[in-house]
């Protein structure tokens, strides 16, 4: 094999081992890029959530309502963009980052599921039947507390890997 063969073999490799670690780079950057409003969304989320259910006891039924579906909106958002992110991981990627990702998308997916229960009791409450309603706030709550066990587990993750998570 001649010295130039050599050199042109040298400079693909160097093109392609340069190519994946900047597709690695750009992976595990773009997914740092996107948490943060990732996590806003989720917060928003939680935080509409509480509100619904709030004003649910206060038979505020438009405006829980109105807040339940915010919540959804925030949890399906953050969850579609968790999904884009785990749709592009590459072979490489860190398994604490899989981890957390399949995580907050378990998280997010019992949210959405709570988040439909509310607005079904919510429907059910306007409309005087209460034993129904209650049913679906109590499912409602269960899920919600499957979902809080999903996030003391990212919380967790990203105490113990604070180098991985900017």
């Known amino acids: 094999m001649s010295n130039y063969s050599k050199v042109i073999i040298f400079i693909v490799i160097l093109i392609v081992f340069s190519g994946a670690v900047i597709y690695l780079y750009n992976t595990e950057s773009s997914m740092n890029e996107a948490m943060p409003d990732i996590s806003s969304s989720i917060v928003a989320g939680d935080s509409d959530y509480n509100s619904a259910v709030d004003l649910l006891n206060d038979k505020s039924y438009n405006e829980a309502r109105n807040k339940a579906i915010s919540a959804e909106n925030n949890f399906?958002?953050?969850?579609?963009?968790?999904?884009?992110?785990?749709?592009?991981?590459?072979?490489?990627?860190?398994?604490?980052?899989?981890?957390?990702?399949?995580?907050?998308?378990?998280?997010?997916?019992?949210?959405?599921?709570?988040?439909?229960?509310?607005?079904e009791s919510i429907d059910y409450y306007k409309n005087y039947q209460n034993s129904t309603g209650n049913d679906y706030s109590s499912r409602a709550n269960e899920l919600m507390n499957e979902a809080l066990d999903f996030q003391n587990v990212r919380n967790n993750l990203v105490r113990e890997n604070p180098n991985l998570f900017k």
């Open 76 to 119: 399906n958002q953050s969850r579609i963009q968790l999904l884009d992110i785990k749709d592009n991981f590459a072979s490489d990627t860190n398994d604490v980052h899989k981890n957390y990702i399949n995580t907050v998308i378990k998280e997010l997916e019992l949210k959405i599921n709570a988040t439909e229960n509310l607005l």
